[in-house]
């Protein structure tokens, strides 16, 4: 915070000595839009956008292109994306509902419904637990397949599919079966589908239009046409909601579903915002909250630090919630999906509890030797140095 207040009082200097003094609220505005349609540009996108608010108050939005091609419908706070593995930090939130109810022991060892413990059959003595996979440090390996989950008593030593050499808690490796073991722990303990669990917890409260099949979104209308970085169509809005009107099973199965977790949540650009503010302040938004302070402190958490955890080496993850230190220093914590040309961020800063979402709609892949997609960082490093003072006005940093 100290670096972000020394860069906002330099620029002011600088400025105030200028002739003409402090830009207009307006000229600020400008330029900040006028940063973003570049960036808009660079990336070469059907549609994107980018909502920045603080202290749960947007400060800034910018929307570009359309949601879709054939309707020239313009992208907007209310268009619905499939935002892949930001998936899973949403379906984290879930899951800490049910750690602050004491319903769930991060630290237990997981077993099916049927009671089978789920082991890494090298290490047949250690368990696998719900802190190891929320940290990535489960020793699920990171192809393993998580549509159709595995058998897990029938699993020999010699399996080479499902679980690597490490023993559980001591190694990092992203695995999306990680991510699908979420859905299930949810359905074991609340007894409803995932869907419905999150929907009553966590979406109808906030008035969210969400769901983890497209078909069950309570406004299907605004779900954008997701389009492969060459511009052409990978899937409709209205392909998803048949393909998952037909394929989508919305029942409580615990021993079978791992798939929705992962990456399958459809979600509004404005309901993404208001789950980030949650996270970035004390679990509340709009007068509704969602977990403890605790909870989200928990789970940007360095999980290995903690007394008594079962995750002994180090990750890139707290419990579902990845960190990212940007070039100018600032630490952003939040999760990045992709899913064929769309890219999908959502991260916040919590000291100044500044949240970041961020779309790209037909997108190249990038590479910036980060995890992170090159345009999302430009995006957040401008928003590291974006300063909300008293009177709303911004300073912004030219680019």
Known sequence: MKQWTAWALALLL????????????????????????????????????????????????????????????????TTVYKVASVTKMISAIGVMQLVDAALIDLDAGLTTQDGVSIRNPRFPDASVTLRQAMSHTSSLLGSAPYITPPVWDTLKPTDKKYFSDSAPGA???????????????IEKVSGQSFNAFMTEHIFSPLHINAAFAAHLLPDASRLATTYYPDKTVYRRGYQYVEIDAKEYDDTCDPDNHYRASVG??????????????????????????????????????????????????????????SHFTGKDGVTWYGHQGRWEGLLTDLFFEPDTQTVVVFVLDGAKPGNNGQDIHPRAEDALEYAAHWVHDAENSYVVKEE
């Open 171 to 185: 190694h990092y490796e992203y695995s999306n079966l990680n991510g699908g073991i979420l859905c299930s722990m």
């Open 14 to 77: 600088l400025m105030t000595a200028a002739p003409g003094g402090l830009c207009s609220m307006a000229a600020e505005r400008q330029a900040a839009d006028a940063y973003f349609e570049k960036l808009f540009l660079r990336a070469d996108v059907v549609g994107g956008a980018v909502l920045i608010s603080q202290e749960g108050k947007r400060v800034y939005e910018s929307y570009y292109g359309v949601e879709d091609r054939k309707t020239r419908q313009a992208v907007e706070e």
């Open 264 to 321: 399958s949540l459809y979600i509004s650009l404005a309901g993404l915002e208001k789950l980030g503010q949650a996270l970035a302040g004390d679990g509340t938004v709009d007068g509704v909250r969602l977990l403890s302070e605790y909870a989200v402190r928990l789970m940007r958490q360095d999980q290995a630090s903690l007394p008594g955890s079962s995750v002994t080496g180090e990750s890139r993850y707290g419990l579902c919630v």
